[in-house]
């Protein structure tokens, strides 16, 4: 797989499409179910995409649709 290359970050959230990754950590879905819709209620994003690994150690292998169809992504936490 090819690096994914970064881009500017984004001046403000509107508008933009936020790709969320739980990344398969206990309680990292809840978490970011929180942490999105603070966001949700701050900002207009234009749209929620959502990718589940599963489990922490596995690969995600939707990385490149996540880089193609998001503006910004957030990648989950848990313990």
Do not use: C
């Amino acid at each position: 797989m090819e690096p994914i290359a970064s881009t500017a970050r984004p001046v403000k959230l509107d508008g933009q499409v936020l790709g969320v990754l739980i990344n398969g950590k206990e309680y990292s879905d809840v978490v970011l179910k929180q942490v999105v819709s603070r966001i949700q209620a701050k900002h207009h994003l234009k749209d929620v995409l959502w990718w589940d690994k599963k489990f922490a150690a596995k690969a995600a292998p939707f990385l490149d649709d996540m880089a193609k169809l998001s503006t910004l992504v957030l990648n989950g936490v848990g313990h």
